[in-house]
T-cell receptor, first 111, second 111 residues
Framework: QEKVQQSPESLIVPEGAMSSLNCTFS?????SIWWYQQHPGKGPEALI?????GNKKEGRLTVYLNRASLHVSLHIRDSQPSDSAVYLC???????????FGQGTVLSVIP | GGIITQTPKFLIGQEGQKLTLKCQQN?????MYWYRQDSGKGLRLIYY???????QKGDLSEGYDASREKKSSFSLTVTSAQKNEMAVFLC??????????FGPGTRLTVL
């Protein structure tokens, strides 16, 4: 069974700081990696995805993927209190429309 | 844009009771999913369906049944509710296995 692990479990940063979240996965043959954001009482919403080794930037978000080390990270520049949420890393293993999720990182941005 | 509706929002049942959760989407997506989210844990896949009348088991299908009679709807039945099943159940859909769109969830409490 494929596994996805996230760290840290929780992260507290001051407003304006960079938030850095990590995710490791069990199989380098993974297809795509997604980051989802989930606010309390809501369903997850997709933020950004990456398929190829390297980095991808969208607005304040940057994702780095290193397939050799089975590691992906999400960095949120200029973090805002509205970024406070649970962040879920999800990996597609194989072309079967399925995602395997990590346990999440709780981000708190303090004004 | 589209929307995923889950009913009911809150579901309270007795131990041993059969309970049904419903999900509707108007994205016209082919694939739909049911996930379970326990407190402090990620999402675990219960069932998914790649087209109407198709059902595929996920990692957590024991104790659950599912039904996809129409493209737009996907139901999940807890066959015999247990106290350790108190969780949030999330429905999602996708077109072609790309971004998954989630509903707001049904919170299950078993007395």
């Amino acid at each position: 069974q494929e596994k996805v692990q996230q760290s840290p479990e929780s992260l507290i940063v001051p407003e304006g700081a960079m938030s850095s979240l990590n995710c490791t996965f069990s199989n380098s043959a993974s297809q795509s990696i997604w980051w989802y954001q989930q606010h309390p009482g809501k369903g997850p919403e997709a933020l950004i995805s990456i398929f190829s080794n390297g980095n991808k930037k969208e607005g304040r978000l940057t994702v780095y993927l290193n397939r050799a080390s089975l590691h992906v990270s999400l960095h949120i520049r200029d973090s805002q209190p509205s970024d406070s949420a649970v962040y879920l890393c999800a990996v597609s293993f194989g072309g079967n429309n399925k995602l395997t999720f990590g346990q999440g990182t709780v981000l708190s941005v303090i004004p | 844009g589209g929307i995923i509706t889950q009913t009911p929002k809150f579901l309270i049942g007795q131990e041993g009771q059969k309970l049904t959760l419903k999900c509707q989407q108007n994205f016209n997506h082919d694939t739909m999913y049911w996930y379970r989210q326990d407190s402090g844990k990620g999402l675990r896949l219960i069932y998914y369906s790649i087209t109407e009348n198709d059902l595929q088991k996920g990692d957590l299908s024991e104790g659950y049944d599912a039904s996809r009679e129409k493209k737009s709807s996907f139901s999940l039945t807890v066959t015999s509710a247990q106290k350790n099943e108190m969780a949030v159940f999330l429905c999602a859909s996708t077109l072609g296995g790309y971004e998954q769109y989630f509903g707001p969830g049904t919170r299950l409490t078993v007395l």
